[in-house]
């Protein structure tokens, strides 16, 4: 009875609180007053709310419900909330346990810390003290789930990185590919006026771009003349390779797309899908002017590398039909400017 009392009080009241809906917070105490006052307080603030009047049951709950807050007294007949807070830390780590008790002393605070609580309220409380405590240690988790996502990042972005790395040492004719065309791609997605994030995402795609040959044999990676038409059809799987190993890191996987489709050409004759036009995403066609241009600068196991100025040609005779018109006459342009002088060294 108490517990459908509550959720007939949230169902009534979280109606009007769409900022908040998603929030999830469970209150465990054996007080039913305290519980009742707790899901009227919190429900008015927009949080969905379940309750429980012990350690057990509320160790049940959380095994279906991913909760973001826990709220629990300490003195409870059964578990404590202390032992409760340290299994609740030891399956749930990322969920804050805020503690409520009556016995506001130092060593119990240590305790509690020590123990997988985040925070603590001593009885009585004012009601504000609630809504204030809550938000801090919901932002404090949102906060370091952040910091955790962008070491994740990093720290697979690294890796990602050393599979380049390792690529590039494969074709060692090759060995600053990668490089090189990261930096023509930033220098034209610059000029072009890309933003911020479109920027941040360009230098990733643009990195990792060529990943997906670590599935590419030695012996068709680095032949000397021309490969077969089924030597091309391997050569050919690097790109959705490429977007797999990315898209596998959930952190780059907005960049899976960009990487799969930079040699997809205007005219739909390009792979893996054959997209035409502005099918293809933005980025990969200024990436695919980036990596053919260092490409035909560039030494090959098959051929020696060509001139600058037949490469520009190239570019121009292809353009509107492999490339992007609009990338490839700003490319154009900004060598012309000699703003692409240092890219290749």
Same mark, same amino acid.
């Given at each position: 009875?108490?517990?459908?009392?509550?959720?007939? &009080?949230?169902?009534?009241?979280?109606?009007?609180?769409?900022?908040?809906?998603?929030?999830?917070? *469970?209150? &465990?105490?054996?007080?039913?007053?305290?519980?009742?006052?707790?899901?009227?307080?919190?429900?008015?603030?927009?949080?969905?709310?379940?309750?429980?009047?012990?350690?057990?049951?509320?160790?049940?709950?959380?095994?279906?419900?991913?909760?973001?807050? &826990?709220?629990?007294?300490?003195?409870?007949?059964?578990?404590?909330?202390?032992?409760?807070?340290?299994?609740?830390?030891?399956?749930?780590?990322?969920?804050?346990?805020?503690?409520? =008790?009556?016995?506001?002393?130092?060593?119990?605070? +240590?305790?509690?810390?020590?123990?997988?609580?985040?925070?603590?309220?001593?009885?009585?409380? %004012?009601?504000?003290?609630?809504?204030?405590?809550?938000?801090?240690?919901?932002?404090?988790?949102?906060?370091?789930?952040?910091?955790?996502?962008?070491?994740?990042?990093?720290?697979?972005?690294?890796?990602?990185?050393?599979?380049?790395?390792?690529?590039?040492?494969?074709?060692?004719? =090759?060995? *600053?590919?990668?490089?090189?065309?990261?930096?023509?791609?930033?220098? *034209?997605?610059?000029?072009?006026?890309?933003? %911020?994030?479109?920027?941040?995402?360009?230098?990733?795609?643009?990195?990792?771009?060529?990943?997906?040959?670590?599935?590419?044999?030695?012996?068709?990676?680095?032949?000397?003349?021309?490969?077969?038409?089924?030597?091309?059809?391997?050569?050919?799987?690097?790109?959705?390779?490429?977007?797999?190993?990315?898209?596998? &890191?959930?952190?780059?996987?907005?960049?899976?797309?960009?990487? +799969?489709?930079?040699?997809?050409?205007?005219?739909?004759?390009?792979?893996?899908?054959?997209?035409?036009?502005?099918?293809?995403?933005?980025?990969?066609?200024?990436?695919?002017?980036?990596?053919?241009?260092?490409?035909?600068?560039?030494?090959?196991?098959?051929?020696?590398?060509?001139?600058?100025?037949?490469?520009?040609?190239?570019?121009?005779? %292809?353009?509107? =039909?492999?490339?992007?018109?609009?990338?490839?006459?700003?490319? *154009?342009?900004?060598?012309? +400017? %000699?703003?692409?002088?240092?890219? =290749?060294?």
């Amino acid at each position: 009875m108490q517990k459908s009392h509550a959720r007939k &009080v949230r169902t009534q009241r979280v109606s009007a609180k769409t900022l908040k809906q998603a929030i999830s917070i *469970l209150v &465990v105490d054996d007080d039913e007053w305290i519980r009742d006052l707790m899901v009227h307080t919190l429900t008015d603030l927009g949080y969905l709310v379940e309750i429980a009047s012990n350690a057990e049951d509320a160790l049940r709950l959380t095994r279906n419900i991913p909760f973001d807050l &826990v709220l629990s007294d300490v003195r409870m007949p059964g578990m404590d909330g202390i032992e409760f807070s340290r299994i609740l830390h030891r399956t749930h780590p990322a969920i804050p346990v805020v503690l409520l =008790t009556g016995f506001g002393h130092i060593d119990l605070a +240590r305790l509690a810390l020590r123990e997988g609580a985040s925070d603590f309220i001593t009885k009585p409380f %004012n009601l504000d003290t609630i809504a204030i405590i809550v938000e801090r240690n919901l932002e404090r988790k949102r906060l370091e789930l952040q910091k955790a996502l962008e070491q994740d990042s990093l720290i697979m972005f690294k890796t990602i990185q050393a599979l380049v790395a390792a690529i590039d040492a494969r074709q060692k004719q =090759t060995a *600053l590919h990668s490089k090189r065309v990261t930096d023509i791609a930033m220098a *034209l997605g610059n000029r072009i006026g890309l933003d %911020n994030n479109e920027m941040r995402c360009l230098e990733l795609a643009a990195h990792v771009h060529d990943v997906g040959k670590i599935a590419v044999p030695d012996n068709i990676l680095n032949k000397c003349g021309a490969l077969t038409p089924e030597e091309w059809v391997t050569m050919r799987i690097h790109s959705e390779a490429g977007a797999d190993i990315v898209g596998q &890191v959930n952190e780059l996987s907005y960049i899976s797309d960009v990487v +799969r489709h930079h040699h997809e050409k205007v005219d739909g004759s390009g792979y893996p899908d054959g997209l035409k036009g502005e099918s293809i995403p933005l980025l990969s066609r200024i990436i695919a002017v980036a990596d053919a241009y260092e490409c035909m600068i560039s030494d090959r196991p098959y051929r020696s590398r060509l001139s600058e100025e037949v490469a520009l040609v190239q570019l121009a005779e %292809n353009a509107g =039909t492999q490339f992007d018109k609009r990338f490839v006459e700003v490319f *154009l342009d900004m060598h012309n +400017r %000699n703003e692409l002088t240092l890219l =290749t060294e």
